[in-house]
């Protein structure tokens, strides 16, 4: 299974983004999204299970919207009302008995 997230880039705070993340294969599994600020350790930011189940991080939640096109095997990333705090590498990544990660998408949220 390969993951290819993109969909990053320099946004104003207030602004939007979609990160979108390919996969190889079927996305009928758990996907989502874990974002690493600089000098940060990696956390988790949203996910989706097989039955429609979201879940998304306190930091996030009401202005981030996970979703998912089985047909393409894409998952997306809806990020509006992006502060600051927001800005990090994003990873995709695919749960199949194991964890499998997408290469991160930079998002730089300027103040």
């Known amino acids: 299974v390969q993951l290819q997230a993109s969909g990053g880039g320099l946004v104003q705070a207030g602004g939007s983004l979609r990160l979108s993340c390919a996969a190889s294969g079927s996305v009928r599994s758990t996907m989502g999204w874990y974002r690493q600020a600089p000098g940060k350790q990696r956390e988790w930011v949203a996910t989706s299970t097989s039955d429609g189940t979201t879940t998304y991080a306190d930091a996030v939640e009401g202005r981030f919207t996970i979703s998912r096109d089985n047909a393409e095997n894409t998952a997306y990333l809806q990020m509006n009302s992006l502060k600051p705090e927001d800005t990090g590498v994003y990873y995709c990544?695919?749960?199949?008995?194991?964890?499998?990660w997408g290469r991160g998408t930079l998002v730089t949220v300027s103040s």
């Open positions: 990544y695919l749960i199949i008995t194991r964890f499998y």
